[in-house]
């Protein structure tokens, strides 16, 4: 059997897709079952995040392994296994063990060197233990891992490569600010009681906010929360416990709003927190310039290089359409869209652009309007040339990502803070078009933190990832090989048994110290055969591409494989009252 991983987080897929994806408890639980009941599969544990969801089995056979472990994936997340594929990634054995060491150790974190994520894999492990999905294997190597990671903390300074994502994002909310006196004496939303929301709620209360109230569905947690801020000894913070639906109101007088809840669909909607700083913006609706001109589902108009924005055709009119190799009928729905622009190429194959340069050229231009604004067709042709060359090479112009930034009055200070910490999101996206308003997500984290400087301890953690990779592989080999070692003895065993027997039946004149001094005799002779191949094999077992030295022994000594597997099952039912043990805290 082999260690296999598969999964996607933050690193390999988008946000948008980690959202989708994202799994609810009872789905989890439900593809822990379904993969111990597949065939390649033996054991099975499920490392679910803010920003990653991994499945690890202990699989027979490495194809077939993969092939279902990707479709589990895809079934129990709700995204098609042909969609979700190109952002999956797979470990296995060795590289299986280094991916989860790394992680471990916050080396593969959106915040290089945080330390939640040991509770989230302590959690992961107990959650396969309860439903016995976790065996020896799995067992013991989320247990090292748990170690590593605790190793990596103490031994180096990793935790001044990074913080928690909570701290991170208290960080990117002050805007370079000092997060203390930023958040001195402000009014605070912590939305959830989970691990997050409870770390979110702590740092705070250590910042020196003035207020913490938590809403919650689950009343109790959020009393108990509350209880233990209020209990926190020189904090000075003030905290209460609300109901979920007293959330609108608590948003108007909040200054700082944390949200990470189990929640399926948004907790904050756009129109709830448009309406919480409705009267809290000066001149709210000049305030925000364009964002408060965009309704629903709007999207601002994609302006080219060559034209102001003045200077656009009207869209849907006879001049834009005529003769225009485009289908401008989807691209239409965007306000004041212009077929001159960068824009209108956008998605286009290189056989088409030559057809839409030629148009261009042709084109009625627009009538200039507004002090300054100019039209250079010359602008429009340089941009053709250059989008003509990028066709040439990859043959296709790729999709805007993001509009090009519209000019227009400048937004009002933020009045509300709003810090996302769920996957998939509590609070509506579309926040961040509302003037007076700030808010930071996991997309903009990942943005934020792919620039974040990493400090030189990261190397010596690397180190011992490898070396503590290493010594789990040596160990795991050395153990595989360990049941064909006893089988073998076992049966040598029984040959000095047999010959004793059939010793006494030829000589049964023998007295007791006689046959004694003869059975301890033979019984010497065959452990100091056995000493050392049994020595050196384990020992070549513990090095990379030792697993063949088990079968080698079986076959020399013509082993029966049941007999191995016995040996096996015995080891493993002693083994259970230990991993009971383990399911306490790590």
């Not at 034209?307 to 869209?315: K, S």
Request: with cysteine.
């Amino acid at each position: 059997m082999s260690l296999l991983v598969v999964g996607l987080s933050h690193r390999s897929a988008p946000v948008s897709v980690l959202e989708r994806a994202a799994m609810e408890m009872d789905a989890q639980v439900k593809l822990l079952q379904d993969t111990v009941a597949a065939e390649p599969a033996s054991e099975a544990a499920v490392l679910a995040t803010c920003n990653r969801i991994e499945l690890y089995a202990d699989v027979d056979k490495f194809h077939a392994g993969v092939a279902e472990l990707s479709t589990l994936l895809a079934q129990h997340s709700g995204v098609g296994l042909d969609e979700l594929t190109p952002y999956l990634y797979v470990h296995y054995e060795d590289r299986a063990v280094h991916h989860l060491f790394s992680v471990a150790c916050g080396l593969d974190s959106m915040v290089v060197g945080e330390g939640q994520i040991l509770g989230q894999i302590k959690d992961s492990l107990a959650k396969a233990q309860d439903l016995h999905t976790a065996g020896r294997l799995l067992n013991d190597l989320f247990q090292q891992a748990l170690r590593v990671g605790k190793r990596a903390h103490s031994e180096t300074g990793i935790d001044r490569a990074g913080q928690s994502l909570v701290t991170f994002g208290l960080e990117q909310l002050a805007a370079g600010a000092d997060v203390q006196a930023w958040a001195r004496g402000k009014k605070a939303l912590v939305i959830g009681a989970g691990s997050m929301s409870s770390l979110a709620a702590a740092t705070l209360a250590r910042a020196g906010v003035g207020e913490v109230v938590i809403a919650n569905r689950t009343a109790d947690r959020a009393e108990r929360l509350a209880e233990i801020l209020n209990d926190g000894g020189d904090t000075g913070v003030a905290a209460r416990a609300v109901s979920m639906e007293s959330v609108p109101g608590e948003l108007t007088r909040a200054d700082v709003v944390v949200s990470c809840t189990g929640a399926t669909g948004l907790v904050l909607s756009a129109e709830a927190v448009a309406e919480a700083v409705a009267g809290r913006v000066p001149d709210a609706g000049a305030g925000r310039g364009l964002d408060a001109r965009l309704g629903a589902g709007e999207v601002p108009p994609v302006f080219g290089s060559g034209a102001a924005p003045a200077a656009r055709l009207p869209a849907g009119s006879a001049d834009a359409e005529d003769s225009c190799p485009l289908d401008l009928a989807p691209i239409q729905a965007a306000a004041d869209f212009s077929v001159l622009g960068e824009g209108a190429v956008a998605g286009m194959a290189a056989a088409e652009l030559e057809q839409h340069a030629a148009w261009v050229d042709n084109a009625p231009r627009p009538q200039t309007g507004g002090a300054g604004a100019s039209f250079d067709p010359a602008q429009d042709a340089d941009a053709i040339v250059a989008l003509a060359a990028l066709a040439a090479t990859v043959g296709r112009i790729p999709e805007r990502r993001k509009p090009e930034p519209v000019v227009g009055p400048p937004r009002p200070a933020p009045v509300l803070f709003l810090l996302d910490l769920a996957m998939p999101r509590d609070i509506d996206a579309a926040v961040h078009r509302l003037g007076g308003v700030r808010l930071v997500d996991i997309e903009s984290l990942a943005e934020a933190s792919a620039d974040a400087p990493m400090a030189a301890d990261v190397d010596q953690v690397r180190r011992i990832v490898a070396d503590e990779v290493a010594a789990f592989g040596a160990a795991l080999r050395a153990a595989h090989i360990t049941p064909t070692v006893v089988a073998l003895r076992t049966m040598a065993a029984d040959v000095v048994a047999n010959e004793i027997a059939r010793l006494e039946g030829r000589l049964p004149e023998l007295d007791d110290k006689h046959r004694a001094e003869i059975t301890q005799t033979v019984k010497r002779v065959v452990d100091k055969l056995l000493h050392a191949p049994t020595v050196r094999v384990k020992q070549l077992a513990a090095e990379p591409g030792g697993a063949g030295y088990a079968d080698a022994l079986r076959t020399l000594f013509d082993l029966d494989q049941e007999t191995v597997a016995a040996v096996s099952r015995a080891e493993r039912a002693d083994d259970e009252p230990e991993n009971s043990k383990d399911r306490g805290p790590a």
